[in-house]
């Protein structure tokens, strides 16, 4: 299916809101399924390309797979951290990318961190390309205006709740107030200037904390005036996880270890969950509202409560590595942004040469045979196609 049915609700809101946008998904989509059957590995140009701009975080969030509590980047040396690639060989990618137009995401660290991220949403928007930024929203307040002027075409905030519980979960006293603050502004320069965009989406991420208070982040979302809100269920990892990739990075000769930032217990009571996600799910709102993935009752307890757990619905695999490539700050184009599997980089040749390297062919090839990898169980790529 191009749309899993789980799906369906946040792609039919989508489309009404950016319909250009959502054809372009829906083409790409039918053809990656097509390429991944017949195709040996290679794959047409990606759907979207995600941009990460920096490792440089200015949070330290408890359930961060790179600076929370058990964080891989924090581990890492100040070389690593700071690496960061230039605005001019940020823009050469756009301009190798931009025949074919993929929605480009710009994601961290912090991206609003980079020097050069509004020079580069302005960049991606002369080239006709959609645009969207993940950030945690604590330096919006500074550069509202320019946001909007920027044509940025999304804004998606991470937020776990009212004042006291977002700030205790980021680390940050004052963060909330400062984030409200900084989309209010935003909001203003839109209706100053007569502007839909960049329309503002939240971004839940469930979490043992705030999993019994999330319908906070509806009053929230009416607040601030989204236009979307999304929980995301929570990512982790068994530790015996790792000893089943380990066999698998053999293969491939890459690395699994930022895997490791996720590890630990989610401390989530599914049954609660659920009944909270009901809850929230029979309101009425003047923004769209979903949870991601969409699990019923049952899955999510599989879901939160079986050591190695694996997704039982009918299909299950990864398309990703046919539709996505991440660009990482050293240069690598990866499938994954937590496999150090690169299928090349360009520092050293063009995008469009590393997407159907003979690295990129391999990978996806024996990706299709083993339809996922055991660390990819829960990762939100396999179960957004």
């Not at 991601?292 to 939160?304: G, V």
Request: positive net charge; glycine residues 6%.
């Amino acid at each position: 299916m191009l749309i899993p049915l789980r799906n369906f609700k946040r792609f039919f809101y989508k489309a009404l809101k950016q319909p250009g946008y959502a054809l372009g998904v829906f083409t790409k989509r039918l053809e990656a399924n097509l390429y991944r059957s017949f195709a040996e590995g290679r794959s047409g140009y990606p759907e979207a390309l995600t941009l990460f701009l920096t490792h440089r975080c200015n949070l330290h969030c408890q359930m961060c797979g790179q600076w929370g509590e058990g964080g891989v980047t924090k581990t890492q040396g100040q070389e690593y951290i700071r690496q960061e690639l230039s605005f001019d060989e940020l823009s050469a990618v756009i301009d190798n990318v931009s025949a074919f137009r993929p929605s480009v995401t710009l994601f961290g660290g912090e991206p609003f961190l980079h020097r050069d991220c509004l020079r580069l949403i302005r960049y991606i928007k002369q080239k006709n390309m959609h645009c969207l930024v993940i950030t945690n929203g604590s330096l919006i307040e500074n550069i509202a205006e320019e946001i909007v002027n920027s044509g940025l075409d999304e804004l998606n905030v991470s937020l776990d709740g009212k004042e006291e519980l977002h700030d205790r979960i980021r680390g940050m006293p004052g963060l909330f107030e400062k984030i409200v603050s900084g989309l209010k502004k935003v909001n203003y320069f839109k209706d100053q200037r007569n502007k839909e965009k960049p329309l503002i989406n939240l971004q839940c991420t469930i979490n043992q904390q705030n999993y019994k208070y999330l319908e906070q982040m509806t009053e929230v979302a009416l607040e601030i005036k989204a236009d979307a809100l999304t929980f995301h269920n929570l990512i982790f990892l068994e530790p015996e996880i790792l000893d089943k990739q380990k066999q698998y990075d053999t293969l491939l000769n890459c690395s699994s270890a930022d895997w490791k930032g996720f590890i630990f217990e989610p401390g989530i009571e599914p049954g609660v969950l659920y009944e909270k996600m009901r809850e929230i799910s029979s309101g009425k709102y003047s923004f769209t509202i979903d949870f991601y993935p969409n699990f019923s009752c049952k899955q999510l307890k599989r879901y939160y409560q079986e050591p190695c757990y694996t997704p039982s619905e009918p299909g299950t695999r990864c398309l990703s590595p046919w539709l996505v490539a991440y660009i990482f700050p050293d240069g690598e184009v990866r499938p994954c942004l937590n496999f150090s599997y690169s299928f090349g980089n360009i520092k050293e040749g063009k995008f469009t040469e590393a997407w159907n390297s003979r690295k990129a062919i391999d990978y996806r090839r024996l990706l299709k045979e083993k339809k996922i990898f055991p660390v990819c169980i829960r990762c939100t790529e396999l179960y957004r196609y």
